[in-house]
């Protein structure tokens, strides 16, 4: 099984005054490399998923998948650049994590194929205190043509598509504070940098 870690970073950030959430500083460094440091380790490979100017990217030695068309289909569209990347690495499978929630366990990775092994489904999600987070998922390299067709179709909806192939969940302790904490607006981001790291 090879595995490319996606950090989705190819949102809009209304609530950020449209600027890129991918390169506000948390802590004296960018979001971007908080989510690289935590899954870089768990995986074969990183990629980037990120609609923004490529000339942003040039300082990281990473592969940018952008979404395969401009109709800003939200984060299946991420999922389905970054499997596209991936069936073109050889890998079998990648998972995703957004560039916005920069305390996601260290664990994601494994915790996620174990659900997904133990339940024998081909998906599996994050969750925590009965919250899924399924932007924090494992994807097999083999639904992306279904998934291609989903999204041509009009599906938008995370958890209506993965319903339909079946997915496990892990579920994470969210003491002392939530590890998906997302940063969406000025006042998140003050609260993370309160956050221990």
Same mark, same amino acid.
């Given at each position: 099984? %090879? +595995?490319?870690?996606?950090?989705? /970073? ?10 890129? %959430?991918?390169?506000? @500083?948390?802590g004296?460094?960018?979001?971007l490399?908080?989510? +690289?440091? $935590?899954?870089?380790p768990q995986?074969? !490979?990183?990629?980037i998923?990120?609609?923004?100017d490529? %000339?942003?990217?040039? /300082?990281y030695? +990473?592969?940018?998948?952008?979404d ?5 289909a ?11 990347? /991936? ?5 079998t ?5 957004a ?7 260290? @664990? ?17 999600? !994050? !969750? @925590? ?5 399924p ?16 999204l041509?179709?009009?599906?938008? %909806?995370?958890? $209506?598509?993965t319903?339909?192939?079946g ?31």
């Amino acid at each position: 099984m %090879k +595995i490319i870690g996606v950090i989705l /970073a190819g949102g809009l950030a209304r609530r950020m005054d449209g600027r890129d %959430k991918a390169f506000l @500083t948390l802590g004296g460094a960018p979001l971007l490399d908080h989510a +690289i440091a $935590r899954l870089g380790p768990q995986v074969d !490979a990183l990629a980037i998923n990120s609609n923004s100017d490529a %000339k942003l990217f040039d /300082a990281y030695d +990473i592969p940018l998948v952008p979404d395969l068309d401009d109709s800003r289909a939200g984060p299946l569209a991420g999922v389905l650049a970054g499997l596209t990347h /991936a069936e073109g690495q050889g890998a079998t499978h990648i998972v995703t994590a957004a560039v916005d929630t920069p305390f996601f366990p260290h @664990t994601l990775v494994q915790r996620l194929r174990s659900a997904a092994m133990t339940d024998d489904v081909p998906l599996a999600c !994050a !969750a @925590t205190g009965g919250r899924t987070h399924p932007v924090f998922g494992f994807w097999p390299v083999a639904l992306r043509a279904d998934l291609a067709a989903s999204l041509a179709a009009g599906e938008r %909806k995370v958890d $209506r598509w993965t319903a339909r192939h079946g997915y496990a969940v892990a579920t994470f302790d969210p003491d002392p504070f939530d590890p998906f904490f997302n940063v969406n607006t000025p006042d998140d981001l003050a609260e993370a940098e309160g956050m221990s790291m």
